[in-house]
């Protein structure tokens, strides 16, 4: 078992029960105790799961995790994943950038680009993309979230509801092995909501750790989807949904090199 698959194992046994110490861990996957911590540390590190004292349990699934520690987990991924999305964007097209971490750096490897028309709930992104002269910036209107300068609310779902873009560029919480989209706000999922609607193609970025990561509302399913950006490849369960559907997966692997990033279409 490589250590990515026992990393694997090691959420879906603390998934099922809620909570894994590292004395059933070691035993159950015939590794030491000190192998088990630096797994869960890992894990932990990524956002994954919780540790705890003895083990590790479940992230909430009602409370998000703070925007500034959201912003500092997975950077490599991040920032890999957000310069192979916008790689796929033109110049000169028309696209919708919702809240989350990941889309703002999606915003920053964008700034490589010329004409653009952005329409986004997300002060940040307004804020990194409104140097750029040559673009459109379109800020909706609505209630602003202070924790993270996301816009939500009916005004700003009334708002999106006038536009049909080229692309809409979605982040997650979590994606569940039914291929739910998975959010902590119901607010900010009816705006992603009229993204989704509103959008001639959708796109997905998230990194690995929302494979297991439970939140509490629905948003939509990863079905819905045109692409998925992401940085490893996902479980099975969402492989098959991904392969019925027709939905493109693109995986930003690791800079070994520098042609090492590359994408992966699913009939491959």
Known sequence: ???QERHEAIVELVRRQGYASIEQLAKDFAVTPQTVRRDLNQLADEGIVKRVHGGA????????TAYHTRK??????????AEMLAAQIPDSASLFINIGTSNEFIAEALCHHSGLEVITNNLNVAAILQHKTDFNVIVAGGQVRSRDGGIIGEATIDFINQFKVDFGIIGISGIDRDGSLLEFDYQEVRVA???IRNSRQVLLAADHSKFHRNAVVRQGNLSQVHAFFTDRQPPEPLLRLMREHDVALHVAEPLLSADTNRSLAMDD
């Open 1 to 3: 078992m490589t250590q």
């Open 57 to 64: 349990g479940l992230e909430s699934s009602t409370v998000n």
């Open 193 to 195: 909501q009229a993204i």
């Open 72 to 81: 500092t987990l997975n950077l490599d991924a991040k920032r890999r994943i």
